[in-house]
């Protein structure tokens, strides 16, 4: 399980109590900034002294989108092209997420114009965007290219012209290199989203493309925990033995291999409608890793009526979920006591960004 926050405070020992508790009092040195408090539990006279046993932030997922700016990219799709339809797809699912997910950024090829060095005129991917909070204005200035204009020849004002080649085994290769360098800024644990509509291609290239993408997938799931998802747009359903669908299943293995949440690897999407819902499937998916939390460092009682769980978001009480009530606004603590998961409404607050942390108090005597 992957570990979705970083512990703040400090656990101390704990003594249990009987009674049941609907969660209540948010922590804030002394003051009350609920909606409404039930006299149950640990502010009941059977357990008259609670413990605050600490903050737990809520840390967000990666996500990575590899985006495949291609001659074949450019192909009527659903009324439009299958870039256009991409391109709205991201920026109607993005910002709805951006609260749990920090989202990366990288396309394919280089243009003229991008910085990245590419020796030999091979096949190269554009330079990183890095996943940080809140970077969708960043993210968005390169997804936006309103389509090519044909009236003086392939051009566009936000984007260089397409190329033949598609050279998603240099965008995976590139990531790889980059969770190799040792003075990496990101932290590893996440998704790469590769979206293309082609299996890897260069001209200048006559090795094994296909051999070079599915050794840097290998690496990033089997090294740095970093699955690798396919969206292919718009080309007929390819078979489970072609490079896309490989690149898709390579789930890793080993000790450093990711094991996240049952997204989909592979989705072969033929219209706008379906391509939109794959988006927001994977993305949402995703999102809901953050609703749940890591609670190694800190202890909890045997009896999980005498544990209150309140979200702040660094101000005051965003929401007060009732444990024990998975298919609502609730919270529920693993068998294991590693971890607590939240549901319903709040889990949508913590997928908004609304809510970043959690505090904790426990019943003691």
Known sequence: MFRRAAFLGLAL?????????????????????????????????????????????IQQTQLWILLDRSFSMQAPFDGTTRQAAVQTALKTTIPQYEGSVDFGFEQFP???????????????????????????YDI???????????SAGWQSST??????????????????????KPNKMMATTGYILLVTSSDPSCAADSSNLCSQALNAAEDLANTFSM???????????????SCLAQIGGMMGSGPNAHSGPSVQSF????????LGSAIDDIVSAIAQESCTVDLTNIAIPYDHSQVTVSLYNGKSLVQSPDPGSPDANGWTISADETSITFSGSACKQIESGAANSIRIKTCSQ
Do not use: M
């Open 13 to 57: 020992t704990l003594a249990g109590c009987t009674e049941t508790v609907l969660i209540h009092d948010a922590w804030d040195g002394g003051s009350k900034n609920d909606a409404a408090t039930v006299p149950t539990g640990i502010d009941s006279g059977s357990c008259p002294k609670s413990t605050y046993q600490g903050s737990l932030t």
């Open 227 to 241: 699955r690798t998802l396919v969206l292919d747009v718009g080309s007929p359903p390819p078979s489970f033995t």
């Open 159 to 180: 984007c260089d012209s397409p190329s033949q080649d598609s050279p998603s085994y240099a965008a995976l290769a590139q990531l790889d290199d980059y969770f190799n």
């Open 110 to 136: 280089a243009g003229p114009n991008d910085p990245v060095d590419c020796p030999n005129n091979k096949c190269c991917a554009g330079s990183l965007t890095y996943p940080t909070p809140s970077n969708w």
């Open 140 to 150: 968005n200035t390169l997804i936006e290219c309103d389509g090519w204009q044909s």
């Open 267 to 274: 989705y072969n999407v033929s219209n706008q409608q379906n």
